[in-house]
């Protein structure tokens, strides 16, 4: 027991365990990279989700016209020739004359909703901003990886796995005592492959409290049943006392934290640094695995791939 902790303090990579964990860390990062490339990023851009959807909200269509509006039989009959096979479900006027008129349409479970000008039938276009429709499809790429509970569900295990990944990239990361320093730090006279293993190993120090909490926030929303079932098991609500609980209380928290939203949650004096600050850090954080899968797959390329591919070129 004696031998191998010092071999670990010592020089780490020749410890049996340490080299499994490293192979684990290698395959996980392998078949998550581009999850968690996709992941990631668009986690930045949804720090300032409200934002975006306060910026891209729609704004009622004014359209030019005179004398009386076509009515709504007039405007259902327009909007089914436009889109043949659907029924029109819904036919709502504007607050004026001249605003536009959404009408509602449906085919086959399919539901669509358009503007049309109130005074020709013309279809005026989707009522949702193209920037407020992106920021949606993000929203959902996201969350549900555009497959709605299937998608969260998948979501839920990709998080653990980035659990996993953070953990066993903690192990590897421990480099020697004698080596640890220079892990910490980006020695940009280094040459390529230095430069981009000193990119992994600094980054994922120093970012790895962010990779843990997204881990956890993402397995908690994704599958938030197990957390309650959790906390009830080791806090059982007491009906006659109903107070709020610690794991309540944690719960709350893990909504917030996994975007940064911390303004208004009664921190004391972080209420402007809670509202600029934190989504500010997060943001730029997020981009930070996208990184290390990048560096990752460069080191694994230039350690396995190239010399694999050599030595079959060789043969």
């Keep these: 027991m004696g031998n191998s902790w010092s071999r670990w303090v010592q020089a780490p990579q020749s410890v049996g365990l340490r080299k499994a964990i490293f192979q684990v860390h290698l ?23 409200n934002e975006l959807f306060a910026v891209f909200s ?10 009386a509006s076509l009515g709504d039989d007039a405007l259902e009959r327009a909007a089914r020739q436009a ?11 504007g607050e004026t004359p001249n605003h536009a008129v959404e009408v509602t349409l449906t085919r086959d479970g399919d539901r669509i909703r358009r503007l049309f000008d109130p005074f020709t039938g013309e279809d005026r276009g989707d009522p949702l901003p193209l920037g407020y429709r992106m920021s949606a ?4 790429l996201h969350d549900n990886l555009l497959g709605g509970q299937t998608g969260r569900r998948v979501n839920g295990v990709g998080a653990l796995f980035l659990l996993v990944l953070s953990m066993t990239g903690a192990v590897v990361w421990w480099p020697g005592v004698l080596r640890w320093r220079r892990s910490l730090t980006i020695d940009r006279r280094a040459d390529w492959k230095q430069l981009n293993w000193r990119v992994h190993s600094a980054f994922g ?13 993402g397995a908690y929303l994704s599958f938030p049943a197990a957390f309650i079932a959790i906390v009830d098991y080791l806090e059982p609500f007491d009906v006659s006392n109903p107070v709020e609980r610690v ?20 921190i004391p004096g972080c209420e402007a640094l809670c509202n600029s600050t934190t989504k500010a850090i997060w943001a730029l954080i997020g981009l930070v695995p996208p990184a290390l899968f990048v560096t990752g797959a460069i080191m694994w390329w230039n350690r396995v791939v190239r010399r694999w591919l050599k030595s079959g070129s060789a043969a």
Excluded: E, K
């Excluded at 392998?30 to 720090?47: H, Q």
């Excluded at 889109?83 to 006027?93: A, I, K, L, T």
């Excluded at 499809?137 to 959902?140: E, F, I, K």
């Design 27 to 49: 395959w996980t990062g392998i078949g998550l990279g581009i999850y968690i490339f996709v992941i990631c990023a668009t986690g930045s851009v949804l720090v300032y989700r």
């Design 58 to 67: 729609p704004q009622p269509v004014i359209v030019g016209g005179t004398g």
């Design 83 to 93: 889109y043949p096979g659907y029924d029109v479900q819904n036919v709502r006027p």
């Design 137 to 140: 499809w993000v929203l959902d």
């Design 205 to 217: 120090f120093w970012c790895w409290p962010f990779l843990i909490l997204w881990a956890v926030t």
């Design 247 to 266: 794991g309540d209380r944690v719960m709350y928290w893990l909504a917030y934290l996994h975007f940064g939203r911390l303004g208004g949650r009664g």
